[in-house]
């Protein structure tokens, strides 16, 4: 896969509030195709109890997201952004935590030019911290007809006032409550396994998980990482040195130190930095 | 780059106590050339001041070398192992750090086919802490012709035995007196500068520096990493967890934390891992 190829001139395109459109080679979205949901989303459904999940980042060589926590650090070039929008548009949801849709106030919408609709967009809030006004770029985007307002995933536990649940809603998102539990530490959290069927019932088939570290080293930790189908990860040429947002899965106590390791793994150079793809391998 | 291609057949060779000869294919050594000291080592001696520094090391996707200190972990795969032990054949010395050299007993030689020399064994080792015996691999290897005694570089203010050095050089190796320092946490260390001027001193016009984390990280410290000419970083599909021994640069105090890049990149490739090649971008 040679991803350096030069890409075609962009396409016209209506500049968004979100910034412009973006474009992504059809050659390279050919080789990425292995690594997603099935096409044919009507005959998937049919069968599967839990959406196809793929889970994908950026990060350092050392393996970090960003500097630190709620720094937005830019690690990868623009032919890996027009990726991760492609990525998006394959994908019925995509997927982050509080803290990123906090820190980043991210629009969560996809810009790729072929995109024929927006992904809708899950923020894992079990706590319902996330403060959304009518300013927050992701309700910008739903008004301006650019993207899909929110479903916040709060703990069954979560007190929502009905005035926020019918403003929302007015957007067309909604607030949808999951079977939480309190972990070792104290905080409340969810089962992967609820939150993927609580995706799935809301009739979205496949998720991309996105961030940040909290949310992807819970989602890479045994057992949950067997609920993973794809990972596509991309790195950046650089090291943003000691003390930023790592990926690297905790381990698990009285459990032996083992490798995690990837299989039916292809690297793809893409600009300077490298895509790459691959399964979980089931051990 | 394609260092996917299949390799042709291994050539008949003489199985060492060090193991197998290992063979590295002619068209990915060229592909690697751009990224390793210049070949006629007679024209760039007269000139240089310091010896070419190339630093390579293989990671996990989390940027640790191993699961733990002093645990070896097999990384990355057999195509790898055969580009390290080319890439020795490539450099006048290697330099590894008295941990790495305590843990791993290592063999320090070169048994890549085309190599006609090995590297001289540099090991950074300021407090004479390594006991090497007769049965170490790199004096087994060193007695039986399959590779060079080391030049173990201690303080200055470090005691070593006339008999010690007096053995050692039986062997073809020597102590090798570097100035030290001791740092902020009462460690003794010393400065690359001094390091690389004695490998120069000794007529060592490259080195490949290879491990362990400690050696790294001080060596991509600002302002340290303005002596690195060429980094080539394996990394393997593998998630080695929290705990690890970690490539990732300690931030300097007081300085704005900013990323360390790398520029004229290139992915390669090679097996089920991929080879990094670039050079730090200088601020």
Redesign the interface.
């Known amino acids: 896969m040679d991803l350096h190829a030069a890409s075609p001139a962009l396409p016209a395109g209506p500049t968004t509030p979100s910034g412009d459109v973006l474009y992504f080679p059809t050659e390279d979205a050919a080789r990425l195709e292995p690594h997603l949901p099935p096409l044919s989303s009507s005959q998937s459904q049919q069968t599967q109890t839990r959406p196809f999940v793929t889970l994908t980042f950026a990060?350092?060589?050392?393996?970090?997201l960003s500097?630190?926590p709620g720094v937005r650090?830019v690690?990868s070039g623009p032919q890996s952004k027009a990726m991760t929008h492609y990525l998006r548009s394959r994908h019925a949801a995509i997927l982050v935590g509080v803290g990123t849709a906090i820190a980043d106030d991210p629009g969560l919408n996809c810009r790729i030019s072929s995109a024929t609709s927006n992904p809708r967009a899950i923020v894992i809030d079990p706590l319902a911290r996330w403060s959304l006004t009518e300013e927050s770029k992701v309700l910008q985007l739903a008004k301006a007809g650019q993207g899909l307002a929110p479903f916040i995933f709060v703990s069954d536990a979560a007190e929502v006032s009905l005035e926020s649940k019918e403003w929302l809603q007015r957007f067309g998102g909604k607030y949808v409550f999951v079977k939480s539990f309190m972990d070792g530490g104290g905080s409340v959290r969810f089962h992967w396994e609820d939150v993927l069927a609580a995706v799935q019932g809301e009739g979205l088939d496949s998720i991309m998980v996105e961030g940040g570290g909290q949310i992807i080293n819970s989602l890479?930790t045994p057992p949950n990482n067997r609920l993973i189908d794809s990972v596509i990860?991309t790195?950046a040429?650089?090291?943003?040195?000691?003390?930023?947002v790592?990926?690297?899965?905790?381990?698990v106590e009285g459990e032996k130190?083992a490798?995690?390791?990837?299989t039916d793994?292809?690297?793809h150079?893409l600009g300077?930095d490298?895509v790459?793809c691959?399964k979980i391998l089931k051990i």
Chains 1, 2 share one sequence.
Not at 237 to 244: A, F, M, N, R, V
């Open positions: 990060t350092s060589l050392d393996s970090s500097l630190a650090t690690l890479l990860v790195i040429p650089t090291w943003l040195g000691q003390g930023g790592v990926v690297s899965p905790p381990r130190a490798p995690l390791r990837l793994v292809s690297w150079p300077e490298v790459l691959g």
